[in-house]
């Protein structure tokens, strides 16, 4: 009974730390700046050792989330992304008056939906921890009061996101009538998987997943969402809701009975086909850098699907699509952290630097900035010495190794295509004339912090992956 | 079996009608009536499945759908109050000017 509660202790401190931050702002009228910031620091990192250090045993309360090597890892993985987005969004937060108890509060609320959804075995816990996360979202996207898109973003997500939430949940409630198990694992092994009303329940599941990775055809709302939404949290909404579904989806797969995967595998197929090419292919006539960012996080997860396939057996495509999960999370923050850096001295009625032409020449004008964009792109495309080298090509390498050909070939041609668009971003942060020089805001210490430990993470994984690979084989053990 | 087999029917045709709501009526209103339909229709289908098992794990979770329901209704219905007081329009047709 005590390793139960020891078990949930990351959980503990993520909510703990959200309650308290709730109460600081409540009733601590005139605290020291910056409070409520360093209260959620240390939650998340608090969170983020006891995940590491201790380890509970087996599935506690009656099987309900699970303590294993897996999800502890996930849940590590999860606080780093919140702690990033915390730091970059420290000073874009004071300057669009956003940084509020809410705001902290809900980055530690959305973590923990994040840990639970990663940590389910139960669908009750799959369910609520998709929920806590996509509610705490809908608010933080909408969270810049003064900005028409963040409203305009919030209300589509909100809309997209609930319905979406409805199917999942829809879906959980057939699969429950037609085998009368609530364990993912149990009752994905039905002994009559041809069952119409099992098959009906497991296709609306993996719509409602669809829609919360943004995979093709349920992704529309995702440019208009990533384009609209203060860019931390973007970066927070494309890389942690995304990678705690890709990890409930790996769960879900490992665990499935063959026969059931029989029935899944082609659909996560085609899915991932669809995803791969028309993700890269809309990404080529984007003009907008969220937008641009939003269509190239499409296309990854299709390339992540792609190696799911392969997650049988073995375990190859389990290790690569974790390995790539850790490098797509830093990568992608990476991105959107170095548009919100350029984009803290712009006036309040514009929301962030956005359309490309603004980023003539912005190398020469934020060095730091432009250089943590310049290698998040670079690792997004796949180009050595990053991480998205090293990561793509063990996604790929398990792919073919499954024998799944057709699939890595379209991969292969996707992400040869994406190089494209990343370089022409470079190419207009470096090769164009500078536009009129806006006159620098002062950044603050954490934005530089974040951007120095993501350039150093995206090349030491680009160089000596060899550390991460071997965690992830003790996980998978 | 036979009587929860209709149950069951009964959420799938509140599901297909809620929606259908959120599709079809422009309203933002109406479609977060349609979205509490369907986490609705889901939790009928529950309570039925739950009598076809004789086991009570689909009802308790009835209850949390309750209590998802309501906490999205409420930051849902705090949006849309904003949305009206910035634009003066709950139509959702009205929100599109974020395009590429």
Redesign the interface.
């Given at each position: 009974m005590q390793s139960d509660w020891i078990v949930i202790l990351p959980h503990l401190f993520l909510a703990g730390g959200g309650l308290l931050i709730f109460c600081i702002g409540a009733f601590w009228k005139n605290r020291p700046d910056g409070t409520l910031f360093i209260t959620a620091l240390l939650s998340a990192g608090a969170a983020a050792v006891e995940a590491l250090a201790f380890s509970g045993s087996g599935t506690p309360f009656a099987g309900m989330v699970s303590g294993d090597s897996f999800s502890r890892f996930f849940i590590a993985l999860f606080c780093g992304i919140s702690v990033i987005t915390l730091l970059f969004s420290r000073r874009y937060a004071l300057h669009r008056r956003f940084s509020g108890d809410e705001f902290y509060g809900l980055i530690l609320f959305a973590t923990l939906g994040m840990a639970l959804a990663a940590g389910a075995t139960h669908?009750?816990i799959l369910?609520?921890g998709v929920?806590l996360l996509s509610?705490s979202l809908?608010?933080l996207i909408?969270i810049h009061?003064s900005s028409?898109?963040a409203?305009?973003?919030?209300?589509?997500y909100?809309?997209m996101g609930?319905?979406a939430?409805?199917?999942l949940?829809?879906g959980?409630?057939?699969l429950?009538?037609s085998t009368?198990e609530?364990g993912i694992v149990e009752s994905l092994n039905a002994p009559d998987s041809r069952n119409p009303?099992f098959l009906l329940g497991l296709g609306m599941v993996i719509t409602g997943f669809g829609f919360k990775i943004s995979l093709v055809p349920f992704h529309l709302w995702t440019?208009?969402v990533y384009?609209?939404a203060p860019a931390p949290v973007a970066g927070f909404l494309s890389t942690g809701s995304k990678i705690a579904m890709v990890a409930a989806l790996l769960r879900i797969v490992t665990g499935a009975s063959p026969p059931v995967w029989e029935v899944i595998a082609p659909v996560i197929w085609t899915l991932a086909a669809l995803t791969i090419i028309v993700g890269n292919l809309t990404a080529l006539v984007?003009?907008?850098i969220k937008?641009l960012l939003a269509y190239s996080s499409i296309a990854q997860m299709g390339y992540l699907l792609m190696a799911l396939l392969a997650s049988r057996g073995d375990g190859a495509g389990a290790s690569a699509v974790i390995f790539y999960s850790v490098i797509y999370a830093f990568m992608d923050l990476g991105a959107f952290g170095a548009v919100s850096l350029v984009s803290l001295g712009e006036p309040m009625a514009r929301a962030d630097r956005d359309s490309l032409t603004a980023y003539r020449g912005l190398g020469y004008e934020y060095p730091f900035a432009g250089a943590l964009l310049a290698v998040s792109l670079l690792s997004l495309a796949g180009l050595p010495p990053t991480g998205g080298f090293i990561g793509k090509f063990a996604l790929f390498q398990a792919a073919i190794g499954a024998d799944y050909m057709a699939i890595a070939v379209i991969g292969i041609i996707g992400a040869i295509i994406s190089i494209y668009y990343y370089i022409k971003v470079i190419a207009v942060l470096y090769m164009r004339p500078t536009r009129v020089p806006t006159p620098h805001t002062f950044p603050g210490f954490s934005g530089p912090v974040a951007c120095a430990s993501i350039f150093a993470l995206i090349v030491l994984m680009g160089i000596l992956p060899g550390s991460l690979l071997e965690v992830i084989a003790v996980i998978l053990s | 079996m036979a009587v929860?087999g209709q149950v069951?029917l009964l959420?799938m045709m509140l599901?297909v009608i809620?929606?259908a709501c959120?599709l079809i009526r422009r309203n933002?209103i109406m479609?977060?009536i349609g979205?509490e339909i369907?986490?609705n229709?889901?939790?009928i289908?529950?309570i039925?499945?739950?009598l076809?098992?004789g086991?009570l794990?689909?009802q308790?979770?009835v209850i949390?759908?309750m209590a998802?329901a309501a906490?999205?209704v409420a930051?849902?219905l705090a949006?849309?109050v904003?949305?009206q007081g910035?634009?003066g329009s709950i139509n959702?047709d009205t929100?599109n000017?974020?395009?590429?």
């Open positions: 669908w009750a369910f609520l929920e509610i809908y608010i909408a009061k028409q898109a409203n305009e973003a919030g209300i589509k909100f809309i609930s319905a939430s409805a199917i949940l829809f959980i409630a057939i429950y009538a009368g609530m009303l440019p208009d384009q609209g984007q003009d907008h937008r | 929860y069951i959420g599901f809620g929606g959120v933002l479609i977060l979205v369907m986490l229709a889901a939790g289908v529950f039925a499945a739950s076809r098992w086991a794990d689909g308790a979770f949390f759908i998802v906490a999205e930051v849902g949006l849309i904003y949305c910035r634009s959702a929100y000017t974020l395009k590429g």
